[in-house]
C-alpha cells in the first residue's frame, strides 16, 4: 500500500485524476477536508488556513508568526491522515509535509499555459490578457510560498517521482499510470517506513501544541521519544522546559521528552520570550 501525493497547478485535472486515483485503488481522498479537519480541530477560521498555503509571502510580511502556525496546524492534520496509509492527497504543499518517507509516491500534473487560459476565460468570462494575468499570478504566488517556507520551487522536476503532461494523455492515462507506478516494490510501505509516519506525525502533532509556547522550537520524534531543542532569554530555560514537558505529557503516543533548552542574553533572544 502507498501514499500518494498530487502536486498540480489550476486547471490541470488534478483534482479529477486523484479522486479517480482513490476509487480505483480504494484509498481515501484527501485535498481541501484537510483545512475543513485542521479548523475544527485547532479552532482557526478556514479562510485563514487557507490563505496561509496560497497567499505569497507578502500578505503575510507583518505577521509572519500567524503563517507559520497555520501550516503547523495543516501540516499535523496532514499526518494525521497519512498515518492510515492507503491515501491520495492533492493539492498544496502535500509533497512538502511527507519528505523523507520512503513508500510516498510524488506526482507531479501539468497543463499546456494555453488551454489553462481558455478554461479560465470561459469560468470567469474575461479578455486572454486578464486569464492570463490571474493565472501567472497564482503560479507566482505557489511559487514564493514553497521558497518562502521550504527553499524549493514546486515546478522542480526532481521533486517528484512522476510528472504527467495532462494534454499528452488523456485522465485515464494518468490514473492508469499513477496506479501502476504505486503498486511497484519501491512505493510499498515496510515497517521502518511506517515508523518514519508515525514519527513525523508525532513531532508535528506536538510543534501544533507548542506553537504558541515558543513558535522556532525544534521537534522531533522516534518510537515515542521525543527531542524538542530551542533558545530561551538566559534564567528562563527551566520555566520554558517545564511548560513544555507539561503539554508533551498530554499528547498520546509520548513515551518519553528530551529537552534541550539553550540560554541566551536577553538581546539575542529577538523579543522571543517563553511565551512569544
Not at 498515518?83 to 504543499?93: E, S
Not at 520551487?153 to 521533486?159: G, K
Request: charged share 30%.
Amino acid at each position: 500500500m502507498a501514499i500518494i501525493t498530487i502536486s498540480r497547478g489550476s486547471y490541470s485535472k488534478g483534482k479529477e485524476i486523484a479522486e479517480k486515483v482513490a476509487q480505483e485503488l480504494g484509498y481515501e481522498c484527501v485535498g481541501r477536508d484537510i483545512l475543513l479537519s485542521a479548523s475544527e480541530e485547532f479552532n482557526v477560521p478556514e479562510v485563514k488556513l487557507t490563505r496561509a498555503i496560497h497567499d505569497a509571502p507578502s500578505f503575510f510580511k507583518y505577521v509572519s508568526h500567524s503563517k507559520e502556525k497555520y501550516v503547523t496546524f495543516i501540516e499535523a492534520e496532514m499526518l494525521k491522515h497519512v498515518k492510515r496509509d492507503n491515501i491520495v492527497y492533492h493539492g498544496l504543499a502535500g509533497h512538502f509535509f511527507v519528505k523523507g518517507i520512503s513508500h510516498v509516491l510524488k506526482v507531479r500534473i501539468i497543463a499546456d499555459i494555453e488551454e489553462r487560459v481558455r478554461l479560465e476565460m470561459e469560468r470567469e468570462d474575461i479578455s486572454r490578457a486578464e486569464a492570463l494575468r490571474i493565472l501567472k499570478k497564482d503560479d507566482d504566488e505557489r511559487v514564493k510560498w514553497s521558497k518562502s517556507l521550504y527553499g524549493i520551487d514546486t515546478r522542480d522536476s526532481s521533486l517528484y517521482d512522476l510528472v504527467i503532461h495532462i494534454q499528452k494523455f488523456s485522465v485515464k492515462n494518468a490514473v492508469d499510470m499513477i496506479c501502476q507506478a504505486s503498486s511497484l516494490e519501491q512505493f510499498q510501505a515496510t515497517p521502518e517506513s511506517q515508523q518514519n509516519v508515525d514519527d513525523l506525525a508525532l513531532a508535528a502533532q506536538i510543534k501544533a501544541a507548542l506553537v504558541d509556547v515558543k513558535r522556532d522550537l525544534r521537534v522531533s520524534a522516534k518510537s515515542g521519544r521525543v527531542f524538542v531543542k530551542g533558545e530561551a532569554p538566559r534564567g528562563k530555560e527551566e520555566i520554558l522546559a517545564q511548560e513544555i514537558d507539561e503539554i508533551s505529557k498530554t499528547i498520546t503516543g509520548v513515551k518519553e521528552t528530551k529537552i534541550d533548552i539553550r540560554g541566551l542574553p536577553s538581546w539575542m533572544s529577538g523579543g522571543s520570550g517563553v511565551s512569544d
